[in-house]
């Protein structure tokens, strides 16, 4: 079971060119290593600007930490992978109009129904994210 101190680090682990970021990121004393949301919504932005540079060889192996944060995370760290980590992508990418289909190309199965889920929820296809997933089917 994944818990949530090991996400940043296997996420680094996927991504090495995060690195210098998050540690300077870390240093800053306003830093609150408990703020695990925080902390992806920075990943997040670091994906997006991979993906706006057209820089896509880290991603398939982020996209496997990320399927394995969803299939063998906690709840608190599955939930993280979704409203965390993939909505924070869709968020800054959609804000900044940069295209997330490098990305969505090479997502595994599970992670590719919430990515679904939440494109069927911004435009409020559905109530909440996951109301269109039953646990177990993938």
């Known amino acids: 079971m994944i818990r ?19 540690q300077a990121y870390a240093g800053e004393p306003e830093f609150d290593a408990e703020l695990l949301y925080v902390h ?8 997006v600007d991979l993906l706006e540079r057209h820089e896509g060889a880290e991603l398939p192996a982020l996209s496997r930490v990320v399927e394995q ?3 063998d995370g906690d709840d608190y760290v599955t939930e993280a992978a ?7 992508i869709q968020n800054v990418a959609g804000h900044r109009n940069v295209s997330t289909e490098d990305l969505e190309t090479v997502l595994g199965v599970e992670t590719r129904r919430w ?14 994210v996951g109301a269109d997933i039953v646990k177990g089917s993938g």
Not at 40 to 47: S, T
Not at 115 to 128: E, K, N, R
């Open 115 to 128: 990515w679904a889920s939440l494109d069927a929820f911004w435009p409020g296809q559905i109530p909440h």
């Open 4 to 22: 949530r101190e090991q996400v940043i680090g296997l996420l680094i682990e996927a991504c090495p060119s995060y690195r210098a970021r998050w």
């Open 40 to 47: 992806l919504g920075d990943f997040a932005a670091h994906v």
């Open 69 to 71: 944060l969803h299939l």
């Open 82 to 88: 979704t409203i965390g980590l993939l909505e924070g």
